[in-house]
C-alpha cells in the first residue's frame, strides 16, 4: 500500500510540475474565488494558506482578497512534529525550514496552535471527489488536525489542487484527516455532497 501510495504521490507531482506558467497563473486567480465562495469562509479572524512550492498552486491572490479583519497565517514546524502558524504579509522576514519552505521568522512564542485559525488551505498531491487526500507523506497536517476527528470544525480544512490531480478513490488511512472542501481551478468539491 506505501509503494502504491508513493508511486500515485511521485506521477501526481510530476504532472502538476508539468503545468504551464500561464494555466498556474489562472489557476490562483480561479482558486482564490472558489476559496473566497466557501460557505464557511470566515469574514474575521485566522486563516492559514502555505508556501507553493514543488508545482502546487500559489495562493498569493486569495490572501490579498481576503477580508480585512481577516489575518493571513504560514505554517511553521514545531519541534513536537506539529504546525504551528504566523501571521505573515509580503515582505515580513522569512527562513528556510528543514525541508527548504520559507516560513515566516518569528519567535516560537508567538506562534497560533492549529485550532486558532478558522480555515487553512491545505496543499494536495491528490485528492478523490469526497474530499480524501494524498499529501506529501510527511503526515504534517494529518497530525496537526488530528483533532477534528472527535470534534465538528473549524478550522475547516480546504485541499487546494488542480482538477488534473483528482484520481477515482482514494483509500484513506485511518490517522487521515478528511477534508471539509476541495477547490481546484474548475470546481469545488465538499464532503458528502456534490461538487459545486
Not at 487546494?160 to 490531480?165: L, P
Amino acid at each position: 500500500m506505501t509503494a502504491d501510495r508513493n508511486a500515485l504521490r511521485s506521477g501526481l507531482r510530476q504532472l502538476r510540475r508539468a503545468i504551464p506558467a500561464a494555466q498556474r497563473i489562472a489557476a490562483a486567480e480561479a482558486v482564490a474565488d472558489r476559496l473566497l465562495c466557501l460557505l464557511f469562509a470566515p469574514v474575521e479572524g485566522y486563516v492559514a494558506g502555505y508556501w507553493a512550492l514543488d508545482g502546487e498552486i500559489a495562493l498569493h491572490a486569495w490572501q490579498l482578497r481576503l477580508p480585512p479583519s481577516v489575518i493571513y497565517c504560514l505554517p511553521v514546524l514545531h519541534e513536537d512534529d506539529r504546525l504551528r502558524f504566523a501571521p505573515w504579509r509580503p515582505g515580513d522576514a522569512l527562513v528556510s525550514n528543514r525541508y527548504g519552505i520559507p516560513e515566516p521568522d518569528v519567535a516560537s512564542t508567538s506562534l497560533l496552535d492549529a485550532d486558532a485559525m478558522q480555515l487553512v488551505a491545505v496543499p494536495t498531491v491528490g485528492f478523490d471527489a469526497q474530499c480524501h487526500r494524498l499529501g506529501m507523506g510527511g503526515g504534517w497536517y494529518d497530525r496537526s488536525f488530528a483533532f477534528l476527528q472527535s470534534r465538528p470544525a473549524p478550522p475547516w480544512l480546504a485541499g487546494v489542487a488542480f482538477s488534473a490531480q483528482r484520481i477515482d478513490a482514494l483509500s484513506a488511512q485511518p490517522w487521515d484527516v478528511r477534508l471539509d472542501a476541495i477547490c481546484t481551478e474548475s470546481e469545488s468539491f465538499l464532503a458528502d455532497t456534490q461538487p459545486a
